[in-house]
């Protein structure tokens, strides 16, 4: 199991979206990032996946916020530009 693996639990059950979209969102938020910053490649014990989610969900409001939020302006940043309407 990896980090990117947890991340993806937890951010599935905290918004009640499907896992392959939490993935999909958590791989642009990825290339995004330097992976020193996230490490989410990094493969981590059953034990320790386990503290990691116990650790995250005692923040969840603060970590799904920071989630969408991010999301939100990578959407921002990368949308291709409409015209003058």
């Known amino acids: ?5 947890v991340f993806i639990e937890i951010f599935s059950e905290l918004s009640g979206e ?3 979209l939490i993935a ?6 990825e290339i995004s990032m330097p ?4 490490r989410f490649d ?4 059953d034990i320790e996946a386990g503290q990691l989610l ?8 603060a970590i799904l916020n920071w989630f969408l ?3 939100r302006r ?3 940043r990368t949308r291709i530009p409409q015209g003058n309407a």
């Open 1 to 5: 199991m990896t980090r990117g693996d």
């Open 18 to 20: 499907p896992k392959k």
């Open 24 to 29: 999909e969102m958590l791989s642009f938020i």
């Open 35 to 38: 992976p020193e910053l996230h």
């Open 42 to 45: 990094k493969e981590i014990s």
């Open 54 to 61: 116990d650790e995250l969900m005692q923040e969840k409001e």
């Open 69 to 71: 939020e991010g999301y």
């Open 74 to 76: 990578f959407l921002l």
